[in-house]
Every structure is written in C-alpha cells, then in structure tokens.
T-cell receptor, first 114, second 117 residues
Framework: EPEVTQTPSHQVTQMGQEVILRCVPI?????FYWYRQILGQKVEFLVSFYNNEISEKSEIFDDQFSVERPDGSNFTLKIRSTKLEDSAMYFC????????????FGPGTRLTVL | AQKVTQAQTEISVVEKEDVTLDCVYETRDTTYYLFWYKQPPSGELVFLIRRNSFDEQNEISGRYSWNFQKSTSSFNFTITASQVVDSAVYFCALSEVFYNQGGKLIFGQGTELSVKP
C-alpha cells in the first residue's frame, strides 16, 4: 500500500541553524501539506502546496519557512534559522485532491532545537 | 470563524466498555468535510473517516460508528466494546470548501483515550 515517507525521523539542531525536512508523498497525489504538532498539543496547519506553488499558509509559516518540490518526488520544508519554539513533530501529508479527499500523513519528523 | 472543539481531553475506560468521543465544530461555510484521525502512541496520524456536510447519515465500520448532526454542529465518534489497542489520541478535523483555497485541515485539541484491560 502506498504511503507517505519522511526523513529523518528525528533531527536535533542548534538554535539558529538551518534544517531541511524531507517528505516523499504518495506518487499520484497532487496536493501536499506540512503540519506541526508541539508536544501534547493539537496538529496545526503550516502550508499547502499545489502545482508548484503555495496555495495557502498559516500565520506560523513566516519568512523563516519555505517549501520546495525540487524534483518529481520530494517535498521539503526548510527552516532557515531555527528557534527553540520550532521544536515539534512535523508531519507531511498528501492528497489526490484538495478539500474533497482525505489527507494521508507521513510518520513525522521530530525536530528538537537546543 | 472555523474551529473544532473536542471538550474531552482524556477519557479512561475499561476494556469492552463503549465510549463516545465528542466533536463540535464552527464554520462559515455551507459545504465542508469532517474527519477523524487516530494517533496511536507510535505517533503517526491514521485516517479513520471523512464525511461531507450534505451527508448526515450515520456510518458504522465494525466497532466504530459516527454520528453527524448538522443541527448541533457535532460529529461524534463511538467505539463499541473498546479494546486496549484503541488506546490513542483521536483528532476531529474540519476542511471548508469555499473558504479554503488549499484544503487545509483544522484540527481539534484531541481526546486521549486510554482503554485498560
């Protein structure tokens, strides 16, 4: 069964460093998303991406964040200068269509900023 | 404003008990979708069900059932004869159609269900 994959599973970084979180969505999916979940809290939307551009982004997704689909398979989230409060689980998701279809989530990358 | 409220933070039951997880939503939209996701201790998010706003028919899938009531803006989830493997955090989520360019999901706070043997 096709699934969304994410690497690494855990990333530890120093404050101020850049990190890139990687995702491989399900191959025939067209819509891609990043969410984050601070420990013990709800899942929060960061950004949606379709047709090689951002469809929507949340207030959390400030200038420190960027997304890219550099080739036909990977979908990346970059945080340019990490802050302590960026520590969270980051989930990638993909769906065939936008609002009408369920989103399939990857296993997540736990980011720890020291 | 769009919002999902799961008032029950934690629920603890004994195996074989029935349990209902509540979800109340607010939306500006007349067309929207509601979802339930399960997050087991391993951390991944597992899709359980999607329901659109025009379909108020209740759904049953094995031990799981969902009750959608538009009049009270609720989409409750019942597990019948709970099992230890049902222990997880359950999230209700909303996706608006008209006011939602990119299909984002708005999640509730989640309900942590603990099923004890």
């Amino acid at each position: 069964e096709p699934e969304v994959t994410q690497t690494p599973s855990h990333q530890v970084t120093q404050m101020g460093q850049e990190v890139i979180l990687r995702c491989v969505p399900i191959s025939n999916h067209l819509y891609f998303y990043w969410y984050r979940q601070i420990l013990g809290q709800k899942v929060e939307f960061l950004v949606s991406f379709y047709n090689n551009e951002i469809s929507e982004k949340s207030e959390i997704f400030d200038d420190q964040f960027s997304v890219e689909r550099p080739d036909g398979s990977n979908f990346t989230l970059k945080i340019r200068s990490t802050k302590l409060e960026d520590s969270a689980m980051y989930f990638c998701a993909s769906s065939v269509a936008s609002v009408y279809n369920e989103q399939f989530f990857g296993p997540g990358t736990r980011l720890t900023v020291l | 404003a769009q919002k999902v409220t799961q008032a029950q933070t934690e629920i603890s039951v004994v195996e074989k008990e029935d349990v209902t997880l509540d979800c109340v939503y607010e939306t500006r939209d007349t067309t929207y979708y509601l979802f339930w996701y399960k997050q087991p201790p391993s951390g991944e998010l597992v899709f359980l069900i999607r329901r659109n706003s025009f379909d108020e028919q209740n759904e049953i899938s094995g031990r799981y059932s969902w009750n959608f009531q538009k009049s009270t803006s609720s989409f409750n989830f019942t597990i019948t004869a709970s099992q230890v493997v049902d222990s997880a955090v359950y999230f209700c989520a909303l996706s608006e159609v008209f006011y939602n360019q990119g299909g984002k999901l708005i999640f509730g706070q989640g309900t942590e269900l603990s099923v004890k043997p």
